[in-house]
């Protein structure tokens, strides 16, 4: 954008003339997402927001107050909530069972294109531009760490009178307080019911030619065969891309044996690692879920650690269960914002 | 070391020399998450009958950043609330069933998607639905930090 002043810093060891934007700690031509307020409630109800216009927020479940334990809320009434924002109020809706509060955090930038509310900060300077973009009143989004955790999680039968496993692992952040973290990805997912809904979706029913496939979608080939093959990536079809056939299926197919109980059995978790991140893009199509085993991961902050718990539950129905080993991965990062505390820089 | 410039801002009622980093707004010495782009639209639903409710519309979204970026995505539905995506909707018609969800197409395309995913709804009315996104410059793995 020429002829507009911009302020830029790198971040250290680079140049902020010649830093991609990857690179730089901070830049006023960029908008920065204007945090304004932190408000924890402990039953439903609406709190008018202070602010004229529809803005943007993240809820956040508070699992446990004392250790406590904060993670995003997938926002569905199925599951575990239905928070939301209006013109006037942050709703908290159906604060999930067990819980000990909803977190929601509310940023000033608004839904449509209204400005930004500018609040009165005692005549103190501020930095700002006048597009609404920046402004130096309101919380920005700070990393204070980054990086991949893995949780190895072994091989696991039940046996009498032990229905529950648990397995967890952390990545120490020793803030002393709850941070917010990325991804903004549910505290609490059942895979077996995600991965049955995830299939679902990604069922493309039988192979054709010139036809866009994104990775995961799987189409039974030839059809009506009860050969299955999964997209390795995305694609648009062609000869050469024929399952089983054409000269480069194998770089964009694989057969489905390879994947233990994919697609036949429906709510399988794929035999391969399990990318946490991918929660991010989760979609529904209408079915049913395997009640009989379960293993579902929670993924929460606490006032010194950002945690990975994976529990599988069975209710034996049908004998001893044998859950395999699995690797599951988190890409995250954790910012200094913190969030177990409100704040209003709305006032 | 040499004396480097840095650039504050504390929250109201907290001293910037003093301050701990969570109680600052603005701080050049930290990686501050930056939108890459920004954007909106609105999907049309069309009127469905009833048993026949299933429809989902996509957006694609270029950002050309060459690898995975983190984001967020907002849906506005026509009650008039906005929520974070992904959102699953579970009620009895076409616009208290919406839902959005997201895919990563590949390391420049984001595909945001809005469907009714219940084939055995009631009928409903033509509606729309209102979306707003934002890609940040920060990838969704391994971001710096200082």
């Given at each position: 954008?020429?002829?507009v002043?911009n302020?830029?810093?790198?971040r250290?060891?680079?140049?902020?003339?010649?830093?991609?934007?990857?690179?730089?700690?901070?830049?006023?031509e960029?908008?920065?997402l204007?945090?304004a307020?932190i408000?924890?409630?402990?039953?439903?109800?609406?709190?008018p927001?202070?602010l004229?216009?529809?803005?943007?927020s993240?809820?956040?479940?508070?699992?446990?107050s004392?250790?406590?334990?904060?993670g995003?809320?997938?926002?569905?009434?199925?599951?575990?909530?239905?928070?939301?924002v209006d013109?006037?109020n942050?709703?908290?809706?159906?604060?999930a069972?067990?819980?000990?509060a909803?977190?929601?955090?509310?940023?000033?930038?608004?839904?449509g294109?209204?400005?930004?509310?500018?609040?009165?900060?005692?005549?103190?300077?501020?930095?700002?531009?006048?597009?609404?973009?920046?402004d130096?009143?309101?919380?920005?989004?700070?990393?204070?760490s980054s990086?991949?955790?893995t949780l190895?999680?072994?091989?696991?039968t039940s046996?009498?009178?032990?229905v529950t496993?648990?397995?967890?692992?952390?990545v120490s952040?020793?803030?002393?307080?709850?941070?917010l973290?990325?991804?903004?990805?549910p505290?609490?997912?059942?895979?077996?019911?995600y991965?049955?809904?995830?299939?679902q979706?990604?069922?493309r029913?039988?192979?054709a030619?010139?036809t866009?496939?994104?990775?995961?979608d799987?189409?039974?080939?030839?059809?009506?065969?009860g050969?299955?093959?999964?997209?390795?990536q995305?694609h648009t079809?062609?000869?050469?891309?024929e399952?089983g056939?054409?000269a480069?299926?194998?770089?964009?197919?694989?057969?489905?044996?390879?994947l233990?109980?994919?697609?036949?059995?429906?709510g399988?978790?794929?035999?391969?690692?399990?990318?946490?991140?991918?929660?991010?893009?989760?979609?529904?199509v209408?079915?049913?879920?395997s009640?009989?085993?379960?293993?579902?991961?929670?993924?929460?902050a606490t006032?010194?650690?950002?945690?990975?718990?994976y529990v599988?539950?069975?209710t034996q129905?049908?004998?001893?269960?044998?859950?395999?080993?699995?690797?599951?991965?988190?890409g995250?990062?954790?910012?200094?914002?913190?969030?177990?505390?409100?704040?209003?820089?709305?006032? | 070391?040499?004396?480097?410039a840095v650039?504050?801002v504390?929250?109201?009622?907290?001293?910037?020399?003093?301050?701990?980093?969570?109680?600052?707004?603005?701080?050049?010495?930290?990686n501050?998450?930056?939108?890459?782009?920004?954007?909106?639209g609105?999907?049309?639903?069309?009127?469905k009958?009833?048993?026949?409710?299933?429809?989902?519309?996509?957006?694609d979204?270029?950002?050309?950043?060459g690898?995975?970026p983190?984001?967020?995505?907002?849906?506005?539905?026509?009650?008039g609330?906005?929520?974070?995506?992904?959102?699953?909707?579970?009620?009895s018609t076409?616009?208290?069933?919406?839902?959005?969800?997201?895919?990563?197409?590949d390391d420049?395309t984001l595909?945001?998607y809005?469907?009714?995913?219940?084939l055995?709804?009631?009928?409903?009315n033509?509606?729309?639905?209102?979306?707003?996104y934002f890609?940040?410059?920060?990838?969704?793995k391994?971001?710096?930090?200082s």
């Amino acid at each position: 954008m020429s002829g507009v002043p911009n302020i830029k810093v790198a971040r250290s060891g680079y140049d902020t003339r010649t830093a991609s934007n990857q690179n730089l700690a901070l830049g006023t031509e960029f908008t920065i997402l204007k945090i304004a307020r932190i408000k924890r409630a402990t039953a439903d109800g609406s709190v008018p927001h202070g602010l004229s216009y529809t803005p943007m927020s993240l809820f956040l479940r508070e699992l446990s107050s004392s250790p406590k334990q904060i993670g995003y809320a997938l926002t569905s009434p199925l599951l575990d909530s239905n928070n939301s924002v209006d013109s006037s109020n942050i709703n908290f809706e159906k604060v999930a069972t067990g819980d000990s509060a909803v977190i929601a955090v509310l940023f000033a930038d608004p839904f449509g294109s209204e400005d930004v509310f500018r609040p009165n900060f005692d005549g103190r300077p501020v930095l700002k531009t006048g597009d609404n973009r920046f402004d130096s009143r309101y919380d920005s989004l700070k990393v204070f760490s980054s990086g991949t955790l893995t949780l190895n999680v072994p091989e696991w039968t039940s046996s009498a009178g032990v229905v529950t496993n648990t397995v967890s692992t952390s990545v120490s952040h020793n803030l002393n307080y709850v941070p917010l973290f990325a991804p903004f990805i549910p505290a609490q997912t059942s895979l077996t019911a995600y991965y049955q809904w995830y299939w679902q979706w990604h069922n493309r029913s039988t192979w054709a030619t010139s036809t866009e496939y994104l990775f995961d979608d799987y189409v039974e080939y030839p059809n009506s065969s009860g050969t299955f093959y999964v997209s390795l990536q995305h694609h648009t079809s062609s000869s050469s891309t024929e399952p089983g056939v054409g000269a480069s299926w194998g770089n964009y197919w694989i057969l489905s044996e390879t994947l233990t109980g994919f697609p036949g059995a429906p709510g399988n978790i794929p035999d391969r690692d399990i990318d946490l991140n991918s929660l991010e893009d989760v979609k529904i199509v209408y079915g049913g879920v395997s009640a009989f085993v379960d293993e579902t991961v929670y993924i929460y902050a606490t006032t010194t650690q950002l945690v990975i718990k994976y529990v599988r539950t069975d209710t034996q129905a049908f004998g001893y269960s044998t859950f395999p080993a699995r690797t599951v991965n988190l890409g995250y990062t954790i910012f200094y914002n913190r969030v177990d505390e409100e704040f209003n820089l709305l006032e | 070391m040499a004396k480097v410039a840095v650039l504050k801002v504390a929250k109201r009622g907290y001293d910037v020399r003093t301050a701990n980093p969570k109680d600052l707004t603005i701080d050049s010495t930290k990686n501050q998450f930056k939108v890459h782009r920004g954007g909106s639209g609105v999907i049309s639903f069309e009127a469905k009958t009833a048993g026949n409710s299933y429809q989902g519309h996509s957006v694609d979204v270029v950002h050309n950043l060459g690898y995975q970026p983190a984001f967020l995505l907002f849906m506005k539905r026509p009650d008039g609330k906005v929520r974070l995506s992904p959102y699953l909707g579970t009620g009895s018609t076409g616009p208290t069933n919406v839902s959005s969800g997201v895919a990563r197409v590949d390391d420049n395309t984001l595909r945001f998607y809005f469907y009714v995913w219940d084939l055995f709804l009631d009928a409903y009315n033509a509606f729309n639905v209102e979306y707003k996104y934002f890609i940040f410059v920060d990838p969704n793995k391994n971001v710096w930090s200082s």
